[in-house]
């Protein structure tokens, strides 16, 4: 029995913007389902009075002055959108969104 | 749709609870995460790098000018600092975003637990601030096709990434209850008192109408002694005067939906600017699915005592303060100081006595025909078109009396309607006093010709009965002459 369902995956895919076919549902429950035990495997690690982290390397408060640095050319900025118009990207109209 | 109820009906039934969420775009040389410039109006998509795109490879750092700024604005709003604070991706799909994640905070929030005080009608209202984050700021999204150029109706939109990735303070309030019908007035003021702080520390410009400083205002309503209701919160509101109407529009517009036995979405919706009214959004249901996590591309922070206590120490004059030393300077009592306040006069009267006028003057100007006028157009007074240089100027040509107030007005008139500056419209319009004494003289010979039975009056001792020949000769000089100078003149005459 699969932890994840198929509508659970169809959501994430949906949050995602991702197409998904009905027969890559049932197998990418099957391979998230096989992440998700291996997930359950860790927990079992008695993590008592071991802090959470979320960082591997120990360094803190990494920062940079506020000087300038040279921006990419435009051309190659736009280069990586599919479409452009006006110096600007192109993409399709976006409904029941903000502005 | 259901009709609106009117605001004190709807106030007599519910009680407002309000919450506010304001974004402050600080004004860092450079970007949040990279060295790109953040000049404003530059060609589009020519301040973008890597990391503002999120190439594979690109590293983010971040700036410690903006760290420092909002470490300060969390001082200056009584916010506790955080010794321990990360960064946090908010995952959502929008082409606003290169990203396609924004980086932002989330449980561990920079500067959290504040307060800031407000006066309205007279009373303090304690505003509470929940937390102080920093995130970036998003693309700015054309949309073309549409009638409105706004988004609903639009056929494309065209991306400029310049703006994404400036840094951007979000404040969040607590939820404001208890402040019934005042709730326009006390988010408005809050608003005001926030952008005056933030000014103040010299980290943005916070004008609302760059956008520099945005506002979403919450807002629910329940009856007394029952649960909060549910909230909208409304997107859009770029003025002070427009946070004040959204709040207005939305008690009206809930009230009416309650009364009518309906239920309130949870929704996000627009302000319009030009109706005063607010129109449904996306709705949130499913938008707030952002799968936060922590950015591992980003060093944790933790800011030293030591450092925080420098920042404090830097900290300017706030505006609390600064208010109460000009209320001093300028003799104020409470309540004119307060008028002063909720008419957003502050600066504008301290450069007009900078430029060198009197305190009283400047006082008197801008709340009185200043603020009439703003009035009538429905503009901030910070908006028309005179500036304090020029309110000094008309100030200076009534002390030295080449003006009467009824003249003066007429030059507001000139200045307002772009002919130059007071001394320009007084020569252009021929506004000037008639300081030629002959003149004044033979107007009065006229005006005590015409009115026997009145100079006998005045001769006999009744002063008081001098104004109707001093109307005579305003009137003849066409409300030209000072009036004080008239009267003495007739005085002298009939004595």
Redesign the interface.
């Known amino acids: 029995m699969s932890t994840i369902s198929r509508e659970e995956v169809a959501h994430l895919a949906r949050?995602?913007?991702l197409e998904v076919t009905d027969d890559e549902l049932d197998a990418f429950a099957g391979q998230l389902d096989v992440i998700l035990q291996s997930m359950k495997t860790l927990a079992e690690v008695d993590t008592d009075g071991v802090q959470p982290t979320?960082?591997a390397?120990p360094?803190?408060?990494?920062?940079?002055?506020?000087?300038?640095?040279?921006?990419?050319p435009?051309d190659a900025?736009?280069a990586?959108g599919p479409d452009t118009?006006?110096?600007?990207?192109?993409?399709?109209?976006?409904?029941?969104?903000?502005? | 749709m259901t009709k609106l109820n009117t605001f004190e009906q709807a106030v007599e039934t519910y009680e407002p609870v309000l919450g506010l969420e304001t974004h402050i775009e600080l004004d860092t040389r450079t970007k949040m995460f990279c060295g790109c410039a953040t000049a404003f109006g530059a060609e589009p998509n020519t301040q973008v790098c890597p990391v503002c795109l999120a190439l594979p490879g690109a590293l983010p750092v971040a700036n410690r000018a903006a760290i420092e700024a909002t470490i300060k604005i969390g001082l200056a709003l009584n916010c506790t600092i955080a010794s321990w604070t990360r960064f946090a991706r908010k995952n959502y799909f929008y082409p606003d975003m290169p990203k396609n994640f924004q980086t932002s905070q989330y449980e561990e929030p920079l500067c959290e637990d504040g307060y800031v005080e407000v006066v309205v009608d007279g009373e303090v209202h304690r505003v509470e601030i929940e937390r102080v984050h920093l995130e970036e700021d998003t693309g700015k999204t054309l949309h073309v096709g549409g009638t409105t150029g706004r988004i609903h109706g639009a056929t494309e939109s065209l991306v400029d990434y310049n703006r994404a990735g400036i840094p951007l303070v979000e404040i969040v309030t607590r939820p404001v209850p208890g402040t019934g019908a005042l709730a326009p007035e006390v988010a408005r003021a809050y608003t005001a008192e926030l952008r005056d702080i933030v000014r103040s520390l010299g980290v943005s410009d916070v004008r609302m109408e760059q956008g520099s400083l945005r506002c979403d205002v919450n807002l629910s309503l329940n009856k007394p002694g029952e649960e909060w209701g549910t909230r909208t919160e409304t997107k859009n509101v770029n003025s002070l005067r427009s946070v004040e109407r959204a709040v207005r529009y939305e008690v009206r517009r809930q009230s009416a939906l309650l009364d009518a036995g309906e239920r309130i979405f949870q929704e996000t919706r627009h302000f319009h600017e030009a109706t005063g009214e607010t129109s449904p959004g996306r709705s949130k249901e499913e938008a707030t699915d952002y799968r936060y996590f922590p950015e591992p591309d980003l060093a944790v922070m933790e800011p030293s005592r030591e450092w925080v206590e420098e920042l404090r120490a830097s900290l300017p004059e706030l505006p609390r303060k600064r208010r109460e030393r000009l209320q001093a300077a300028w003799a104020l009592g409470d309540k004119d100081m307060q008028s002063v306040v909720n008419a957003d006069a502050v600066d504008l009267i301290e450069a007009t006595v900078a430029a060198g006028a009197a305190p009283a003057g400047a006082v008197k100007w801008w709340l009185g025909e200043l603020s009439r006028r703003a009035n009538e157009s429905g503009a901030e007074l910070t908006a028309l078109a005179i500036d304090p240089a020029q309110v000094a100027e008309l100030q200076a040509m009534v002390d030295d009396g080449r003006l009467n107030d009824k003249l003066a007005r007429q030059v507001i008139d000139g200045v307002l309607a772009g002919e130059g500056s007071p001394a320009e419209v007084a020569q252009k319009r021929g506004l000037e006093v008639v300081s030629d004494t002959g003149a004044l003289e033979t107007a009065v010979d006229e005006a005590i010709a015409a009115n026997p039975a009145v100079a006998d009056k005045i001769r006999g001792g009744t002063h008081a009965a001098a104004g109707v020949l001093i109307g005579a000769v305003m009137k003849a000089t066409k409300g030209q002459a000072d009036a004080g100078a008239v009267r003495q003149i007739i005085l002298d005459k009939l004595s």
Request: glycine residues 2%.
């Open positions: 949050l995602a913007r979320s960082h390397v360094l803190v408060n990494v920062f940079r002055e506020d000087q300038p640095q040279p921006s990419l435009r900025v736009l990586g118009a006006e110096d600007r990207f192109r993409v399709p109209r976006i409904l029941d969104e903000e502005a």
